[in-house]
């Protein structure tokens, strides 16, 4: 089982609908995650990192950790077609070796107006 | 801002021939990393750097070197290529100074082994 699995879709979702990404792990030793957005032939760019369990809020976008389920979310509310991308999450623990991330393979995302 | 520049975007080569992938950042961050990724594999690390002078090995090292002689630059050289090789590298790089840092990606270069 690899330590981090994500479904890679692809998720097609008309304009204005409320996206849900998940991601799960195994590894009880991740304390910090996040949410990567990679447009076609670019770098991922940070969208979104939490702390522990909980919600973050940031304008459409919620982020959500449930440490017990090893479990997080990402959700995105009144989807736009420019929310087309690929999303990765991201997770570390606190203590890990060069703060190297562990990546999930990556859901592509797909908004029609 | 330039942020993290990757040179060459694009390269082809034939198996057996070397080549270096060049990244600069122009942020003065002390953290730098190579990625490759490959479709339904992720990003997964080959190696990464602390600071100059300062290298260690990620989970897919084999088959590649890198060195750290200044903060700006760290290139990743394939010593002989394999059509395994066939990826897209991403270069990374974030401050140490604090656990959030996040990490800057640059727009990867493309390499196909023949």
């Known amino acids: 089982q690899k330590e981090v699995e994500q479904d890679p879709g692809p998720l097609s979702v008309p304009e204005g609908a409320i996206v849900s990404l998940n991601c799960t792990y195994s590894n009880s030793a991740f304390q910090y995650f996040m949410w990567y957005r990679q447009y076609s032939r670019k770098g991922p760019e940070l969208l979104m990192y939490t702390y522990s369990s909980g919600n973050k809020e940031d304008g459409r976008f919620t982020a959500q950790v449930d440490k017990s389920s090893k479990y997080i979310s990402l959700f995105i509310r009144d989807s736009q077609p420019s929310d087309s991308a690929t999303y990765l999450c991201?997770?570390?623990?606190?203590?890990?070796?060069?703060?190297?991330?562990?990546f999930g393979k990556g859901t592509t995302l797909s908004v029609s107006s | 801002n330039a942020g993290v520049t990757q040179t060459p975007k694009f390269q082809v080569l034939k198996t057996g021939q070397s080549m270096t992938l060049q990244c600069a950042q122009d942020?003065?961050?002390?953290?730098m990393s190579w990625y490759r990724q490959d479709p339904g594999m992720g990003l997964r690390l080959i190696h990464y750097s602390v600071g100059a002078g300062i290298t260690d090995q990620g989970e897919v090292p084999n088959g590649y070197n890198v060195s750290r002689s200044t903060t700006e630059d760290f290139p990743l050289r394939l010593l002989s290529a394999a059509p395994s090789q066939t990826s897209v590298y991403f270069c990374a790089s974030k401050s140490t100074g604090g656990v959030n840092q996040p990490q800057h990606f640059g727009d990867g270069t493309r390499l196909s082994i023949l």
């Open positions: 942020m003065n961050h002390e953290y």
């Open positions: 991201a997770m570390r623990s606190f203590n890990q070796a060069g703060t190297a991330l562990i």
